[in-house]
């Protein structure tokens, strides 16, 4: 874990940053574009700054998932209906749209629109 002695702590603090730490966290994800990095068992703390402004220190078992390898996104009935009406699709290809989108209604409509066009 990340610590600081004394010394550090009233150095930092005259600096006007405060530490703390942020417990109770399981899992810590960055979303990037075609992928996400997964931490695992974190170690996360919090530094104050005077302004009200707040860094995360995250620290821990760093795992990289591939875009196809996250969890699909829930599809409900409805979104599929929507889609098919908003662009004369068959219902696979709205779901597989659905899909394609992470869940975005509008994308969904516009990858289908452009792959009409």
Known sequence: MFR??????RLLERMGLNF????????VQLKMQGKTIVIRSPEVQVIEIKGGSR????????????????????ISQEDIELVVLKTGASQEEARKALIEAGGDIARAILLLSQKKA
């Open 55 to 74: 860094i995360y220190y995250v620290s821990g078992i760093e795992e990289e998932v591939a875009a196809a390898q996250q969890e699909a996104p829930e």
């Open 4 to 9: 600081l002695n004394r010394e550090q702590r």
């Open 20 to 27: 703390k730490p942020l417990d109770g966290v399981q899992e």
